[in-house]
């Protein structure tokens, strides 16, 4: 009785509980040595199978790339940054001082001009329809008047205050940009 | 100043940092490329899994337990997707003829190693792509039955049979009698 294949990998594969009882009947059969010769033969092959270079870094396309954008030194970011900050206080330390000193300016609303706009659009139109419905009695557009319109005082600071805000997306959106400049 | 281990480039890779992933790959990336190159038999195959490996690793890396080698896991992993390529694609470049040269041996000695390397390559190459799975998990990545069982999910009795199978027919063609 010989040993199987499933023993002989087994045994090699160092799987078997049975190895004693395997190499008794190895030293008393020359057939079943032989098949294990083969096997360790091929187990040697396997191992004697070199590394092969790699032809190419793999390892480069997973580092970051470098900025195709000039790099700033990083004193000129520091004081790019520090300057942003100070003209900020700046500006908001201004605010109360220009809405104080300066005279406030009367400026027309939006609804004025919206509704001389409408007038003048609105007397265009009874004009051309005179024209062409004339000869229809009784028929007349309403005929508005917008007399003493309202207008909306703007004054200085409403207007700083706007510019402050300006500001404030000009700085951080300058911020995010020099942030992704140095990543 | 020692060099920081495979631990510590996860950990600094899970943080974003690009540099410390590109240190873990430089590392290991011959290692694994040697995995797909042994299942797949063709250089540019090789290249492509070796580098998809290496994405799908940064992907589960923050799931990798850190008390495991890093090591067997990419490698455990660039063979499973071998295996997937295979399953999934049909070859679509020529096996490479070997180019694997020593150069400490003679010329002589060069090209008998070469031929034999080649004829091992293309004998494994030959094979049914779960018989070379077992073959590169059991001699090249050392696992036994159990953790092959474990890391295919398949039987026991598939991973004996697959392997020995395998090597029967790897026999047959790098020890036939002339």
């Known amino acids: 009785?010989?040993?199987?294949?499933?023993?002989?990998?087994?045994?090699?594969?160092?799987?078997?509980?049975?190895?004693?009882?395997?190499?008794?009947?190895?030293?008393?059969?020359?057939?079943?040595?032989?098949?294990?010769?083969?096997?360790?033969?091929?187990?040697?092959?396997?191992?004697?199978?070199?590394?092969?270079?790699?032809?190419?870094?793999?390892?480069?396309?997973?580092?970051?790339?470098?900025?195709?954008?000039?790099?700033?030194?990083?004193?000129?970011?520091?004081?790019?940054?520090?300057?942003?900050?100070?003209?900020?206080?700046?500006?908001?330390?201004?605010?109360?001082?220009?809405?104080?000193?300066?005279?406030?300016?009367?400026?027309?609303?939006?609804?004025t001009w919206f509704f001389e706009i409408q007038s003048l659009w609105t007397s265009w139109l009874d004009t051309l329809s005179n024209l062409a419905l004339s000869p229809i009695e009784g028929f007349q557009l309403p005929n508005y008047q917008f007399a003493n319109l309202p207008t909306y005082p703007v004054e200085l600071s409403t207007l700083f205050i706007a510019l402050a805000i300006v500001s404030i997306f000009w700085i951080f959106g300058n911020g995010m940009l020099l942030r992704n400049n140095r990543s | 100043?020692?060099?920081?281990?495979?631990?510590?480039?996860?950990?600094?890779?899970?943080?974003?940092?690009?540099?410390?992933?590109?240190?873990?790959?430089?590392?290991?990336?011959?290692?694994?490329?040697?995995?797909?190159?042994?299942?797949?038999?063709?250089?540019?195959?090789?290249?492509?899994?070796?580098?998809?490996?290496?994405?799908?690793?940064?992907?589960?890396?923050?799931?990798?337990?850190?008390?495991?080698?890093?090591?067997?896991?990419?490698?455990?992993?660039?063979?499973?997707?071998?295996?997937?390529?295979?399953?999934?694609?049909?070859?679509?470049?020529?096996?490479?003829?070997?180019?694997?040269?020593?150069k400490t041996q003679s010329p002589g000695e060069q090209v008998e190693v070469k031929e034999r390397s080649e004829q091992i390559r293309s004998a494994l190459a030959s094979l049914p792509p779960h018989y070379r799975l077992v073959v590169e998990l059991r001699h090249y990545q050392e696992l036994s039955y159990d953790e092959i069982a474990n890391e295919l999910d398949i039987p026991l009795s598939d991973v004996k049979s697959h392997l020995f199978r395998a090597r029967k027919l790897l026999v047959e063609k790098l020890h036939a009698p002339d």
């Open chain 2, 1 to 102: 100043m020692n060099a920081p281990t495979d631990r510590d480039l996860i950990l600094r890779a899970r943080r974003g940092d690009a540099e410390a992933y590109g240190d873990l790959v430089a590392r290991h990336q011959t290692s694994v490329f040697n995995v797909c190159y042994r299942i797949l038999h063709n250089r540019a195959d090789a290249e492509d899994l070796a580098q998809e490996t290496f994405i799908r690793a940064l992907d589960r890396l923050h799931t990798f337990d850190l008390e495991r080698e890093f090591s067997p896991w990419i490698r455990r992993v660039a063979a499973n997707l071998c295996l997937n390529h295979i399953e999934s694609h049909k070859p679509s470049a020529p096996l490479d003829e070997e180019r694997d040269e020593d």
């Open chain 1, 1 to 111: 009785m010989h040993l199987t294949d499933e023993q002989l990998n087994e045994y090699l594969d160092n799987e078997t509980a049975n190895r004693a009882e395997i190499e008794t009947h190895l030293d008393s059969c020359d057939e079943c040595a032989a098949r294990l010769s083969a096997l360790q033969a091929l187990f040697t092959d396997l191992d004697s199978l070199p590394e092969v270079t790699l032809p190419r870094d793999i390892a480069a396309r997973f580092r970051p790339r470098p900025s195709l954008a000039p790099q700033l030194p990083h004193w000129l970011t520091l004081t790019a940054t520090l300057q942003a900050a100070a003209a900020l206080v700046a500006l908001i330390v201004a605010i109360p001082f220009f809405s104080i000193m300066l005279p406030k300016v009367e400026m027309p609303s939006f609804t």
